[in-house]
């Protein structure tokens, strides 16, 4: 059965520093999705990483995967406060449907 | 395309009433999904569709909840009697399944927040 863990499960940042949420599954799987939910809002699409060493970036959010490790990374760089949200990775599931088993979370908050 | 559509937003209901909560997913998606979220569950998947047929419901909690998919575009999830702990997020998400396409992940609809007194 496919388990997803992340870590850490709560953040919280200074303003233009570095950070790195980590996501860790336990079964084979060669795609990996990271999602974002900001406080009673659904939840928004940001990385689609389909293969080894599938590494997306968009702003100041750089996504990575790494299948032999079974992890996935999320890097920020220089937060900003818009940038606290929750955060989810959701792992494919490895059948025909694209069921995605997702992690409990990452709660960023970024202080000024 | 308007997204994943989900109705209603928001629903106050008492304890045992039947309640039901309605998605209309992307045009040519063909996965549907519904997750509930909690505060202490986090984010649980309840059953999913393919083509329209149910795969795997294994997550529904209990026998008070159903759901149909009765075409491609409709897709329901029923709650009868309703109780005060069903009190959570609904999100109805759709995708285009693996089998049809390289998998781009789920869209997620605005979700119903559900209260039951």
């Known amino acids: 059965e496919l388990k997803v863990e992340q870590n850490p499960l709560f953040l919280s940042m200074q303003e233009g520093k570095n950070y790195t949420i980590y996501c860790n599954y336990s079964?084979?799987?060669?795609?990996l999705y990271w999602y974002r939910q900001d406080p009673g809002k659904s939840l928004e699409s940001l990385f689609v990483?389909?293969?080894?060493?599938a590494v997306k970036q968009e702003g100041r959010l750089m996504a990575s995967l790494d299948t032999k490790a079974r992890l996935s990374t999320l890097h920020i760089t220089a937060a900003v406060h818009d940038l606290s949200a929750t955060y989810f990775c959701?792992?494919?599931?490895?059948?025909?449907?694209?069921?995605?088993?997702f992690g409990p979370g990452t709660s960023l908050s970024v202080i000024p | 395309d308007a997204g994943v559509i989900q109705s209603p937003r928001h629903e106050v209901t008492e304890m045992g009433q039947e309640v039901t909560l309605r998605c209309k997913p992307i045009?040519?998606?063909?996965?549907l999904f519904w997750y509930r979220q909690t505060m202490m569950r986090g984010l649980e998947l309840l059953i999913y569709?393919?083509?329209?047929?149910?795969?795997?419901d294994s997550g529904m909690p209990e026998d008070r909840f159903s759901a149909k998919m009765p075409n491609a575009s409709f897709s329901t999830l029923k709650i009868q009697p309703s109780e005060p702990r069903d009190s959570a997020v609904y999100f109805c998400?759709?995708?285009?399944?693996?089998?049809?396409?390289?998998?781009?992940?789920?869209?997620f609809g605005s979700g119903t927040r559900l209260t039951v007194v």
């Open positions: 998400a759709s995708s285009l399944s693996l089998m049809d396409g390289p998998g781009y992940g789920y869209t």
């Open positions: 079964t084979t799987s060669d795609r």
């Open positions: 990483l389909l293969s080894n060493g």
């Open positions: 959701a792992v494919d599931e490895k059948t025909s449907y694209d069921k995605v088993i």
């Open positions: 045009s040519g998606h063909n996965s």
């Open positions: 569709f393919n083509n329209n047929v149910p795969i795997d």
